[in-house]
C-alpha cells in the first residue's frame, strides 16, 4: 500500500491554471504516476481554493504522498494548501526553488503560477521536484517543528 500511495500524485487549479495542469497531468501519467485531479476542468472562473484544498487533503491524509497545483500566480493555492494538516507547500518559482522546496522543507505539495512561468519551465520544475529527496539531517528540526505544530 505505501509503495502504491508514493505513486500517486493529486492535481489541482483554478481557470487560470488549468491548461498547465493538463500538461502536467499528463506528463505525470506518461512518467507511471496515478493522478487523482481535483479539478477544476475549464477555464470557466472558479474558486481556486475549492480545488486546492481537495488536492491538498488527498496529501494531508496520505492518499497521495505528492501533490501539485496551479493558478495564475501560484500564490492563493498554496495558501491554502498550507491549511491542511500535515501539507508542506511553497512555490516553484524557479529551479533551484523547486529543488529546495524538498531537499530542504521535505515539501509534499508545489505550486506553479501558470501566468508567469512558461510551461516548459513548469515540466521541468516537476520533475526537479520529484526527483529530489529530502535532505534530512539539520533540516529535520525544523520540519519536525512544524509537524509538531500540525500536532497541536
Known amino acids: 500500500m505505501a509503495e502504491q500511495a508514493k505513486k500517486k500524485i493529486s ?9 498547465a495542469k493538463e500538461v502536467i497531468k499528463k506528463h ?3 512518467i507511471g ?13 472558479c474558486n481556486y481554493a475549492e480545488f486546492a484544498l481537495k488536492a491538498a ?7 497521495c504522498s505528492l501533490g501539485i497545483l496551479f493558478c495564475s500566480t501560484g500564490e492563493g493555492v498554496a495558501i491554502a ?3 491542511v494538516k500535515g501539507v508542506r507547500c511553497g512555490i516553484g518559482y524557479n529551479d533551484d526553488v523547486s529543488r529546495l522546496l524538498k531537499q530542504h522543507n521535505d515539501a509534499n505539495m508545489i505550486a506553479f503560477g501558470a501566468k508567469f512561468m512558461n510551461i516548459n519551465d513548469i515540466l521541468r ?7 529530489t529527496d529530502f535532505e534530512g539531517g539539520r533540516h529535520c528540526v525544523r520540519v519536525d517543528t512544524i509537524n509538531d505544530y500540525d500536532k497541536k
Request: proline share 0%; charged share 25%.
Open 11 to 19: 492535481v489541482g487549479a483554478d481557470h487560470g491554471g488549468f491548461e
Open 28 to 30: 505525470l501519467t506518461d
Open 33 to 45: 504516476y496515478e493522478v487523482i485531479d481535483c479539478g477544476t476542468n475549464s477555464i470557466n472562473s
Open 57 to 63: 487533503e488527498l496529501v494531508g491524509n496520505k492518499e
Open 81 to 83: 494548501a498550507n491549511k
Open 125 to 131: 520544475r516537476t520533475d526537479i521536484f520529484l526527483s
